[in-house]
Each structure stands twice: as structure tokens, then as C-alpha cells.
């Protein structure tokens, strides 16, 4: 397993790398906040190549079903960079939106 963490403790690391987070809550709430967080993707972000459905699935491939960058590109035809690229963007973006969720209270 590349994680020293299950998910979802590893995406909410990876969101919360710079800042310190400590949530009461359970695994199940903080997925539950996660979906909410991805799903708000759709409505507040727009690109042609770089859907919120590729987004989403880019990181649910990564953090729910642990697959590498590699498995990915093969899956969506591109390079593994431009799934680092894309990973990337939308953590940023989440981080943006976690300020309104309860993961960080």
C-alpha cells in the first residue's frame, strides 16, 4: 500500500499539508464531506479539457482505490504529468472549499 494512512485519512493529509487539522469526526463523515467537496467541483469550476468528472475520478482512483499515476494516464490517454497536473489542481481547489466544510472545525 503506497499510503501509511486508509483512506479517507490520506486525501484529508494530502489537502491539509500545510495547515494543522484535527477532525472529530468519523471515517465515515469525513468521506461524507469529502463527496460533498468533489461534487461541488461541478458548479464552481469549468474547463473543456479538464472536466469536474475527470477531476473527481482522478481522485478517486488515487485515494479510494490506490491506483498509481501511471494506471491512471493509461486509463483517461494521457501522460502520468498530466495526471500529477490535474491531482494537483483539485486539491487546490478542495482546500479552497474546505473552509466551508466540517473537516476542519
Known sequence: ?????????????????????????????I???F???LSSLTSMYHVKKDTPARMQEVIRLYYQDNKSYVEIAKIFG???GRV??????????????????????
Do not use: W
Request: glycine fraction near 4%; include cysteine.
Open 35 to 37: 463527496n460533498t467537496v
Open 1 to 29: 500500500m503506497r499510503f501509511d494512512r486508509p483512506y479517507p485519512q490520506n486525501l484529508l493529509y494530502d489537502l491539509m499539508l500545510a495547515q494543522r487539522c484535527d477532525s472529530n469526526l468519523t471515517d465515515e463523515e
Open 78 to 80: 494521457v501522460s502520468k
Open 31 to 33: 468521506d461524507q464531506e
Open 84 to 105: 500529477g497536473q490535474i491531482k494537483g489542481k483539485t486539491l487546490r481547489i478542495m482546500r479552497g472549499r474546505l473552509k466551508d466544510s466540517r473537516l476542519c472545525s
